[in-house]
């Protein structure tokens, strides 16, 4: 029985990326879709994920860095890899010798990785990063200041192959005028930069620039890829964000933990660290086998939390600990140890969902999903019941 296998777990359903994969499809038209993997694929799972989407008929990936995409090679993943972030020089041989593609964070960082190149006379396969806006990384190509030259020079390095290019959105989830007329700003100038490398004669290669929120409201922009992360997970970062699209996701992730305890107290007694919690009247407390180490976050405590237990909300009290927090079960009858808790999905019809713990905490999903420990079991869903420790 999966109620005995731990103390707390996540259950993720990867047929439902095939489902949502095609909600994003209907989105983007032409454009395809590059699988975004990285920090474990936001705590689902980035090697079942990959291979879920490949699949869902996805050809290239993204990660953050070059040990994560060395590992999705490592467990027989062929398909391409673009790693969105730095490489340290030290490390630059993974990417011959994993066939991975790199960004160019800058261009004094493509001279670097091309004089490696040059003198191990081998080419390296690359992606040029242009900085419309968002001031992270990537050669700046903005309103006030354009360096095409440096984007040029970039192609023309002699053992770095710049087949592809892209830029990144940082206000495409907000429709505020402003926010509004910045994100076109940046498709203007991202557009401008590829009418430039033309006229110089050079192929930009594979083009992409839009991010789980470009693909909701600037849906069809005629790129190569867009780079959905959350998404094919079936979440968005904040549900109370007004979109321009009306995508039927289906969320993959579940996350349970068993009761380890169930007690009486009296009115006056009080309940965790800190003492924060008072008894106002006679009450049943059930212990959860979860906590902030397994990533449910501290400042949740005492906020009105609630898990599902037999199907019913019950509100969280006192401070979340680090391996438990407690819950009021005043009103269920029959609540006992081994019961099960649902924290995020659902129970006996009733719903808990990420964004109300995101919200409750003042972060995002794509926060609050990356932070689950690895010490939580990822269980796969296997048909109605069946599971499989990945």
């Known amino acids: 029985m999966l109620e005995a296998y731990s103390r707390a777990w996540i259950e993720i359903d990867y047929d439902a990326i095939a489902h949502n994969v095609k909600e994003i499809q209907k989105l983007i038209g032409k454009t395809k879709i590059m699988g975004i993997v990285k920090a474990n694929a936001y705590g689902h799972g980035d090697v079942e994920c990959t291979r879920a989407l490949i699949k869902s008929g996805v050809d290239l990936f993204g990660t953050s860095s070059v040990d994560e995409a060395v590992h999705l090679r490592k467990n027989g993943i062929e398909q391409d890899i673009l790693i969105l972030g730095y490489t340290p020089p030290e490390h630059f041989h993974y990417l011959v010798e994993e066939n991975l593609i790199q960004t160019l964070c800058s261009y004094d960082y493509a001279c670097k990785l091309n004089a490696y190149a040059s003198e191990n006379d081998v080419t390296v396969r ?6 419309t806006g968002m001031n992270r990384i990537g050669v700046k190509y903005q309103k006030e200041e354009k360096h095409m030259d440096q984007i040029l020079a970039e192609y023309r390095l002699s053992n770095v192959h710049a087949e592809g290019i892209f830029s990144h959105f940082p206000v495409s989830d907000e429709l505020d005028t402003d926010s509004l007329s910045f994100t076109k700003q940046q498709i203007s100038l991202f557009k401008e930069v590829l009418e430039n490398l033309k006229k110089e004669g050079i192929d930009p290669g594979l083009k992409h620039i839009q991010n789980s929120y470009g693909i909701l409201n600037y849906m069809d922009l005629g790129m190569d890829y867009c780079r959905p992360g959350l998404l094919y997970m079936g979440v968005t970062s904040d549900d109370t964000i007004d979109i321009l ?17 169930v007690k009486t107290i009296e009115p006056g007694m009080t309940v965790s660290y800190g003492r924060h919690f008072t008894a106002q009247k006679p009450m049943k407390v059930a212990t959860l086998a979860i906590g902030y180490a397994d990533g449910v976050p501290r400042i949740l405590s005492n906020k009105g939390f609630e898990v599902l237990i037999h199907g019913k909300r019950c509100r969280q ?74």
């Open 317 to 390: 009290i006192g401070n979340i600990c680090m391996d438990q927090f407690m819950v009021d079960v005043t009103e269920l009858e029959d609540v006992k140890e081994g019961d099960v808790a649902c924290l995020i999905g659902v129970q006996s019809g009733q719903r808990v969902t990420v964004d109300t713990i995101s919200r409750m905490a003042h972060t995002i999903n794509n926060e609050t999903l990356s932070a689950f420990a690895a010490r939580l079991p990822r269980l796969q869903k296997r048909g109605n019941d069946e599971k499989k420790e990945l």
């Open 245 to 261: 699209s009306k995508p039927d996701f289906i969320p993959i992730l579940s996350l349970y933990a068993n009761v380890s305890m």
């Open 126 to 131: 690359a992606h040029v990063k242009v900085d």
